[in-house]
């Protein structure tokens, strides 16, 4: 998935930006001791299926049962005026809906103008589906930072303190989690 191709002849690829974004998260937390491991590795630019990232999480889970699962996205639609974050969580009240909230919370710190995309008919947040997130066994989000087909919005993901900002959410995230859940 892509930005379009912009006026300036630039370009923003999800997946590339994406891992970017987790390469720079991983850092961070490794160097706050923080086991860090991935169903897609950063370097690698294949695309990896979810048959394939799914039982990779699940055996993570099984070795590591207090493990839980961001998932890195950026949003596109046909339409350019669209905007804003929102976050995925599996059906049903878990500790998932507060991971999140806290991430949505942390997310917006950082970017305080940002659309809230939310589904608050149970109370917070996420947006629930009941694809891929209900079969991964451990806590887990996937987050929708922006929308990479809204111009602004993509020239903040194209840009590294954009993308530096993202991981930065992710990190105090990952942080909150550990000292309040």
């Not at 930005?3 to 160097?31: C, F, H, K, M, T």
């Not at 799914?54 to 961001?70: D, E």
Request: aromatic fraction near 8%; hydrophobic fraction near 35%; include cysteine.
């Amino acid at each position: 998935k892509r930005s379009p191709i912009w006026e300036d002849g630039s370009v923003y690829y999800e997946g590339v930006g994406n891992r970017q974004i987790a390469n720079i998260a991983a850092q961070y937390l490794r160097a706050l001791g923080w086991k860090v491991l991935f169903t897609v590795e950063p370097s690698d630019h294949t695309d990896v299926s979810l048959r394939t990232r799914i039982p990779r999480s699940n055996a993570y889970f099984k070795m590591n049962p207090t493990a839980f699962q961001i998932s890195i996205h950026s949003n596109g639609v046909s339409n350019e005026s669209a905007n804003g974050a929102e976050v995925f969580t599996s059906i049903g009240q878990t500790r998932s809906d507060k991971i999140a909230t806290i991430w949505m919370e942390e997310h917006i710190k950082q970017f305080p103008w940002l659309n809230i995309r939310a589904d608050r008919k149970d109370g917070d947040v996420d947006k629930e589906q009941s694809l891929a997130m209900n079969k991964v066994n451990c806590n887990s989000i996937l987050i929708e930072s922006m929308f990479h087909t809204n111009r602004k919005e993509c020239e903040i993901l194209m840009s590294e303190s954009g993308r530096e900002k993202i991981a930065i959410a992710i990190v105090e995230t990952c942080e909150r989690v550990h000292k309040e859940l």
